[in-house]
């Protein structure tokens, strides 16, 4: 199957700082990509949806300031937690497609905002 | 809007067991499913991808069924050994948006 490299896998960061999470699809043309969050013992909460070159729609509660999504390439999107805060910390996970409808996942990265 | 829910939330067998974890979808308008498995702290897995035309597919001790017109999946393991210990995951793309929506998932755990 296709490959989805999601970096980093971990991070740790100060409260009040930013982070970019980065997904690449690594040998096909993602035309759309899927940010998710996942809480402790919940499932996978879709945030955004991207696709190449315009802008995410977020799903709603999800706040577009803080989130901030780019996909400004078919293999690369982008998202950065803004001003992170403790409670921003969870598990994050993207999925890319191309033309076809099969989803592929990024192994996910765990955040954690001290 | 699709719903996704997974019956049981949680199971404990003893290894050798033969399980069935359940996935049900309220639109039955969908492309494909996809089973997957999550270990703690970890991403995704896909096992199995049932397109909306099959019935079932295979791999391994794996086994997934896929009745849409009643909007119901099942993931079917076969004597079940401690590596088999996860969460797995039932996620469907629905037709016209292409999204994954996820179910909350079984937590397995199988005890030697």
């Known amino acids: 199957g296709a490959v989805v490299s999601q970096h980093p896998s971990w991070v740790i960061c100060k409260s009040g700082t930013s982070v970019k999470i980065e997904c690449r699809s690594l040998d096909f043309q993602a035309t759309t990509m899927f940010w998710y969050r996942q809480f402790p013992k919940q499932s996978l909460m879709l945030m955004a949806t991207?696709?190449?070159?315009?802008?995410?729609?977020?799903e709603q509660g999800v706040e577009k300031d803080k989130f901030l999504i780019n996909h400004a390439s078919l293999t690369l999107s982008t998202l950065t937690v803004t001003s992170a805060h403790p409670e921003d910390s969870s598990f994050y996970i993207c999925?890319?497609?191309?033309?076809?409808?099969?989803?592929?996942f990024g192994q996910g990265t765990r955040l954690t905002v001290v | 809007k699709q719903e996704v829910t997974q019956i049981p939330a949680a199971l404990s067998v003893p290894e050798g067991e033969n399980l069935v974890l359940n996935c049900s979808f309220t639109?039955?308008?969908?492309?494909?499913l996809q089973w997957f498995r999550q270990d703690p702290g970890k991403g995704l897995t896909s096992l199995l991808l049932?397109?909306?035309?099959?019935r079932e597919q295979t791999s391994g001790r794996l086994n997934a069924s896929l009745d849409k017109s009643s909007g119901r999946s099942t993931l079917y393991i076969a004597a079940s050994q401690p590596g088999d210990s996860a969460t797995y995951l039932c996620?469907?793309?629905?037709?016209?948006?292409?999204?994954?929506?996820f179910g909350r998932g079984t937590s397995l755990i199988v005890h030697p």
């Open positions: 999925s890319a497609r191309a033309l076809s409808t099969e989803a592929f």
């Open positions: 991207s696709n190449e070159g315009s802008k995410a729609t977020y």
């Open positions: 996620a469907v793309i629905s037709g016209g948006s292409y999204i994954p929506t």
């Open positions: 049932i397109q909306s035309s099959q």
């Open positions: 639109d039955s308008a969908i492309y494909n």
